[in-house]
């Protein structure tokens, strides 16, 4: 399972520090960030209870020309969400 193709980019990712899509996207291309870290150092996305961490990751992903299937962000980022907020309906599958 991929995630859709387009995303609206004024929808916010990360809840906990209320940030769009657009600023996530905007911070990877402008830094060429490769590392969630990075992006949270950048705009804040990700420094709360983490559950954007699988978008940013895709997010970066897409900058970088990967192809990510969603089991493997899932798998790669799932044990690490604090509070399974926003993605919580990924979460029920894995
Ligand atoms: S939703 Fe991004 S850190 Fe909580």
Redesign the pocket.
């Given at each position: 399972m991929n995630l859709p193709p387009i995303i609206e980019t004024d929808e916010i990712?990360?809840?906990?520090?209320q940030?769009t899509e657009g600023t996530i996207r905007r911070a990877i291309a402008e830094k060429d960030l490769t590392e969630i870290e990075s992006v949270t150092e950048a705009c804040d996305?990700?420094?709360?209870?983490?559950?954007?961490?699988i978008l940013i990751q895709f997010f970066i992903d897409e900058h970088e020309g990967k192809s990510t299937a969603m089991e493997d962000l899932v798998h790669n980022h799932a044990q690490k969400v604090k509070?399974k907020?926003?993605l919580s309906r990924f979460f029920k599958k894995y």
């Open positions: 990712i990360c809840q906990c520090y940030v996305a990700g420094g709360g209870c983490h559950s954007c961490h509070k907020g926003i």
